[in-house]
């Protein structure tokens, strides 16, 4: 079996009328992805040395959303102005692929879930033929809407028919075209030539080539099942691809060594990394760059958007962090908010109810209670008391506090910003610290606490000779 050299084109420029949206189809969103970016990445993967998405409606938007998910990809676009059909959307990635010769892979931006090792047997298909042609074709006991596969005698593949062309005998056929083909260039380009479109739709169809195949050389098929093949029409239907997208990234992560506690409520973008020997509770969701160590436990209803949680630490439930990075051994929540910016050293303590944002919290420093830290440098070995918070923006600016190592902050204290408190300094509870505190000072601003004896006895006695009868 020769190998050739692999090029795909992604046909991404439908308006996908039926998801009722503003925004283009293939950039809506499946498992922190947007659609077209499924079939992009497994034509890369396969190897494919160019890769042309073919758009239009909202090309501008799409281009720019595939050009920031694969930046130093062989990628490129061209653009379909008019929707005249799928032989002419293939036709417009001609001028991308001058001079390239070998398998040309032809996959819908709209079609998410098909894996790589289905196209590796189309490719292989496509080579043990010989021939000009490979396509994928799947039983489907409701054909409707699909174009049907025709067969000849000898079970040789002859043509495929569209349903609003088909006769009623056509339409009985449950033998569908996927939509998914591997061509040879050389042949592509030409039969694309030739197609017209003398059709019910007045397109022109690129499932005219596959006639044009059968002329020249055995068309090769291979079965896939339908769950693979679907594409997303509508909103229901990106839903129940999703599903299944879903348990397949779960199977793979508990495959992998990790576990989850209830995958059927645990939801993984595609992309995310998480090492052996971690546990997810249930209702945890790991979005977008997220990238979870070994070892590491994420507690129930806890939400982490492209954030990084390092080995052997312990995100207890309902934690939210977005734009975080966890060192290893750390300990976060229950209830904390990491907001972006947030960066934990090893062996940091962010307990409940403590939100930080731009801040640095170096190792084994501990935040345990009830405390709002934001644009901080905080040294290691740290102990943030219960309620404090740094008063960090005054209006209309923002400004850093600035901790040293050692520092201990009593309960209750405010730090307002721009501030500096050196190494091992000592602030006293309830204090708000407006001036800098040097390396090991104690620093107090609150009021001196008055006693005055017997005074609550001698007020209640007071107040009950007032009391009124009632
Ligand atoms: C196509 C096939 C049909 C197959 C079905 C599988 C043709 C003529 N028919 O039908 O045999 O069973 O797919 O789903 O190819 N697109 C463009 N530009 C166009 C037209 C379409 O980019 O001018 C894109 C669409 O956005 C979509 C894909 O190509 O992603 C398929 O187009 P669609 O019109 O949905 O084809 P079907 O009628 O479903
Ligand atoms: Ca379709």
Not at 137 to 142: A, D, I, K, L, V
Not at 339 to 368: C, I, Q, W, Y
Not at 435 to 462: C, I, T
Request: hydrophobic fraction near 40%.
């Amino acid at each position: 079996m020769t190998t050739q050299a692999i090029a795909a084109v992604v046909l991404c420029a439908g308006k996908g009328t039926r998801m009722k949206s503003d925004r283009a189809k293939v950039l809506h969103p499946l498992l922190g992805r947007p659609l077209a970016y499924y079939p992009v990445s497994r034509a890369l993967s396969l190897g494919a040395q160019s890769v042309v998405a073919v758009v239009g409606h909202q090309g501008a938007e799409v281009t720019r959303s595939l050009t920031s998910l694969f930046p130093q990809e062989p990628l490129s676009f061209a653009t379909q102005a008019q929707q005249r059909g799928t032989g002419d959307a293939v036709a417009a990635a001609r001028g991308a692929l001058t001079g390239f010769q070998g398998a040309v892979l032809i996959l819908y931006g709209d079609v998410p879930l098909l894996t790589s090792e289905t196209l590796k047997r189309l490719l292989d298909a496509f080579h043990a033929s010989k021939g000009v042609l490979a396509m994928i074709t799947c039983r489907q006991s409701n054909p409707t809407g699909y174009g049907r596969i025709l067969r000849g005698p000898a079970g040789q593949v002859t043509g495929v028919v569209e349903e609003k062309d088909a006769t009623a005998q056509q339409k009985a056929l449950t033998e569908i075209n996927a939509g998914i083909y591997v061509a040879d260039a050389r042949f592509l380009w030409g039969a694309l030539e030739k197609l017209t479109p003398q059709n019910a739709q007045g397109e022109l169809y690129l499932t005219d080539i596959v006639a044009q195949a059968a002329g020249v050389g055995a068309v090769a098929t291979i079965d896939v099942d339908a769950t693979e093949t679907a594409g997303v029409n509508d909103r229901a239907e990106l839903a129940e691809r999703a599903e299944v997208l879903r348990a397949r990234i779960n199977l793979a992560h508990l495959r992998s060594g990790v576990t989850l506690l209830h995958p059927a409520s645990t939801f993984i973008d595609e992309g995310v990394e998480i090492g052996p020997e971690t546990t997810l509770g249930p209702n945890v969701s790991l979005h977008g760059a997220t990238n979870i160590g070994a070892g590491v436990t994420i507690g129930q209803g806890s939400v982490l958007t492209n954030s990084t949680v390092g080995d052997g630490s312990d995100v207890k439930p309902y934690s939210v962090l977005d734009e975080a990075v966890v060192g290893p051994r750390c300990h976060v929540g229950p209830f904390a908010r990491l907001r972006p910016g947030t960066r934990l050293d090893e062996g940091v303590h962010v307990g409940n109810f403590v939100e930080t944002k731009k801040a640095h919290l170096r190792h084994g420093t501990k935040a345990s209670h009830l405390t709002y830290l934001g644009d901080a440098e905080i040294g290691s070995n740290c102990n943030i008391g219960a309620g404090t918070i740094t008063c960090n923006y005054d209006g209309v600016n923002k400004h850093l506090t600035t901790l040293g190592n050692d520092v201990f902050i009593g309960s209750d204290s405010q730090l307002v910003a721009p501030v500096t408190v050196g190494d091992g300094a000592f602030v006293a509870a309830g204090s708000t610290i407006t001036e800098d505190v040097p390396a090991q000072a104690l620093a107090m601003s609150r009021a001196p606490q008055v006693v005055k004896e017997g005074w609550a006895e001698r007020r209640r006695k007071v107040l009950a000779g007032l009391k009124k009868d009632t």
